[in-house]
């Protein structure tokens, strides 16, 4: 049986495969990486290999043409590994989707063959220092000047930050608008571009292996031919991508859920305490039973979600729905699972160490729950 009901027999080989790479090529080396502070190169390029890098996009750029539901199944064995790897879940269905929707056939022969090789990786620049969830407001600008735009701002908390050789930048190209949100386009800019540079690696709580960085441009010289899409629909194009950006978050977050769920189960199995097994405590049994009840209806709600999602359905009131619920719920278990492990518990050799403190940038990073509550409450009517 597969996870989800849409899984085919293709679906569970593919699945299979690549949990049998990543415990041959992430899994063994995973904790090294987290002290390390980085993902290796190589690890990109060998996912291009075989393959898992951008399986979506079209096969004459190299790519294999699957459609979403194998991403799915990238992002949720990644998960499981740990959550410093979501900086590839980013690459294959956060950004490279902007090239794919909005670029130019000669944009996507330009950039697409090297992102699914793993030779180009991308990330995407949003946030500011004075600017998180409230896109509109981006101090970012980008001013025409003959064939170039010349960029002055900063990015900051931009994952993939350090490898990323090519960022989708959001940029405000009109800073007059007198509706703030259609003055903003986005830019393809390349790393080597004459004024870009990039800021330290920024030391996080948690996700230590993950590379997030700060991004600068000072008088950055980006080609007209860089603009990806029309000069001010930027912010239209980030809102039509961020209901698969943000079920890819509840996705990772039920897939870490999941995780603790099955690891605190066997913990709790093994470990004595006062002559028998913690798992035979009546505390013990009613906190599994709470939190696999929970889990087993955020896997329900997000196969349906998936399957909506994948079909072309408008289901940005549920994504945030599933995005807050799940991301809370998986922050709230890492919590529970922690004490079940005891003192083990917070030692960092324990990967449940490592989750609870992973876990609950899931609930601010893609819009904070308190948006995504705004986003529900809107649609409702209210």
């Not at 399986?55 to 991403?71: A, H, I, K, R, T």
């Not at 063959?113 to 600008?141: F, H, R, Y």
């Not at 064939?147 to 800073?175: C, E, S």
Request: hydrophobic share 40%; with cysteine.
């Amino acid at each position: 049986m597969g996870k989800y009901k849409f899984e085919t027999t293709e679906h569970k080989l593919f699945r299979k495969t690549f949990r049998k790479f990543l415990a041959e090529e992430a899994e063994v080396h995973y904790n090294q990486w987290e002290k390390d502070r980085l993902i290796p190169l190589d690890f990109w390029r060998k996912l291009g290999q075989l393959g898992y890098l951008c399986p979506q996009v079209e096969e004459q750029y190299g790519g294999l043409g699957l459609d979403f539901s194998f991403g799915v199944i990238i992002q949720e064995e990644l998960e499981r590994v740990g959550s410093s790897l979501i900086g590839v879940g980013l690459h294959n269905d956060i950004v490279v989707p902007y090239i794919e929707a909005y670029g130019t056939n000669q944009q996507k022969s330009r950039w697409l063959p090297k992102c699914v090789t793993g030779e180009t990786i991308t990330a995407i620049a949003m946030t500011e220092p004075g600017t998180g969830s409230d896109l509109a407001n981006i101090q970012t600008t980008a001013i025409r000047d003959g064939d170039h735009y010349i960029v002055n701002g900063q990015k900051t908390f931009i994952t993939n930050g350090i490898h990323a050789n090519l960022v989708v930048v959001a940029v405000k190209t009109n800073p007059q608008a007198e509706k703030k949100h259609r003055g903003i386009s986005l830019l393809v800019i390349e790393d080597g571009t004459s004024g870009f540079t990039k800021g330290r690696k920024l030391e996080k709580v948690g996700m230590h292996a993950q590379d997030t960085a700060e991004l600068f441009f000072e008088d950055c010289r980006v080609p007209v031919e860089n603009l990806l899409g029309e000069e001010g629909k930027g912010f239209t194009y980030m809102m039509e991508k961020l209901q698969q950006e943000r079920l890819a978050v509840a996705i990772a977050a039920q897939s870490a859920a999941e995780d603790m769920l099955a690891l605190t189960i066997d913990y709790v199995k093994s470990r004595q305490a006062f002559g028998k097994s913690i798992s035979d405590f009546q505390n013990t049994q009613f906190k599994i039973a709470e939190m696999a009840t929970k889990v087993e209806l955020g896997k329900t709600f997000l196969e349906s979600l998936i399957e909506e999602h994948i079909s072309g359905k408008d289901v940005v009131t549920k994504v945030s729905m599933a995005k807050y619920w799940i991301t809370e719920n998986a922050r709230e278990i890492s919590t529970q699972c922690m004490q079940l492990h005891g003192g083990y518990g917070y030692m960092e050799e324990y990967k449940i160490a490592r989750r609870y403190r992973d876990i609950p940038v899931m609930s601010i990073y893609a819009g904070t729950n308190e948006v995504m509550k705004m986003i529900i409450a809107k649609n409702a009517g209210l």
